[in-house]
C-alpha cells in the first residue's frame, strides 16, 4: 500500500544510528507516523525539520503498519524563520499542538489547510499571532471541543461580549460576568473577527486556548501542553508586559 501527498513536518524523532520516525499531516490522511531512512544523515536532516512544506511518499505493506516515508522539500518554513525567535516559537508551538492533540490517521483538512497558510506566512512574526490563536480555537472546534462565542450564556446577549467561562467554554457578556470576572478568562476581540490585536490581546488569547488544549485534549490523553506552546506562552506575556510600560 502506498500514497502521494503534500505534507507538514510536525515531528522527527531520531531512530536507530541513522533514521528518524517523522510525524506529518496531510489533507487526506491527518497527522501520520512513519520511517524516514537516513533521516539524521547530512543530506537528509534539514528535510525532516518541524514545520517544513514536504511531497511526501508513504509505502507500507499493510494499512496499519508503522511503514516508511521519502519525501522531497516543498517549502523550508523552518530554515526561513530560524534567525526569527518569535516565529520560530510559533512555529515549534503549532506543530508541537498539532503532533500531541490530532488523532493518528484522521483527517483534519480544516487543520491542515489553516497550519499550511500560517507556516507560509511565519515571516511576518508577531503579525500573524491572532491567526495563530485563531487556528487553536478551530483546532479545538474540530476535536469536539469548540468554544461558544455567539452569545453571553447568563443573558442571551449578543453584544458587549468580554469573558470566557473556564468551565463551559461560552462567552459571558460584560453585564453578565457581573461579580464572577476574576473567575473568567478575558475574551479579546480578535477571537470574534479579524482584529489583530495587541500583545496584550495575544497573551490572553493564548491563555484562553491553551486552558482548554490542557484540560479537554491532552488532559485526556494524560499529557501536559507541549513545552514549545507553553514557551510561545511565557514569551507573549514577556512581551506584552514590556509593551504596558512602554
Not at 491542515?112 to 508577531?126: I, V
Request: some cysteine; proline content about 5%; charged content about 20%.
Amino acid at each position: 500500500m502506498d500514497w502521494d501527498a503534500p505534507a507538514i513536518v510536525l515531528d522527527a524523532r531520531p531512530f536507530g544510528e541513522g533514521d528518524v520516525i517523522a510525524t506529518v499531516m496531510t489533507e487526506e490522511h491527518g497527522a501520520h507516523r512513519g520511517l524516514a531512512r537516513g533521516g539524521q544523515s547530512r543530506a537528509q536532516a534539514a528535510l525532516w525539520q518541524p514545520g517544513n512544506l514536504v511531497q511526501v511518499r508513504w509505502v507500507g505493506r499493510l494499512a496499519d503498519q508503522l511503514g516508511a516515508f521519502s519525501a522531497e522539500l516543498v517549502h523550508p518554513a523552518a530554515a526561513l524563520v530560524l534567525d526569527e525567535p518569535l516565529a520560530l516559537a510559533m512555529l515549534t508551538a503549532a506543530c508541537a499542538v498539532a503532533e500531541g492533540a490530532l488523532p493518528e490517521r484522521e483527517a483534519h483538512p480544516r487543520i491542515f489547510d489553516g497550519l499550511l497558510h500560517l507556516l507560509a506566512r511565519l515571516p511576518q512574526g508577531a503579525a500573524l499571532m491572532a491567526a495563530q490563536i485563531r487556528w487553536e480555537a478551530d483546532l479545538l472546534a474540530d476535536l469536539g471541543y469548540g468554544l461558544d462565542l455567539s452569545r453571553c450564556a447568563v443573558t442571551g446577549a449578543t453584544t458587549g461580549l468580554a469573558w470566557v467561562s473556564p468551565k463551559t467554554g461560552c462567552a459571558v457578556s460584560e453585564e453578565g460576568a457581573g461579580l464572577w470576572k476574576a473567575r473568567l478568562f478575558r475574551l479579546p476581540a480578535l477571537l470574534l473577527g479579524d482584529d489583530d490585536g495587541t500583545p496584550a490581546d495575544w497573551r490572553d488569547g493564548l491563555r484562553l486556548t491553551g486552558h482548554f488544549l490542557a484540560r479537554d485534549v491532552f488532559g485526556l490523553q494524560h499529557k501536559p501542553l507541549p513545552q514549545a506552546r507553553q514557551a510561545l506562552y511565557d514569551r507573549i506575556a514577556n512581551l506584552a508586559e514590556t509593551d504596558s510600560d512602554a
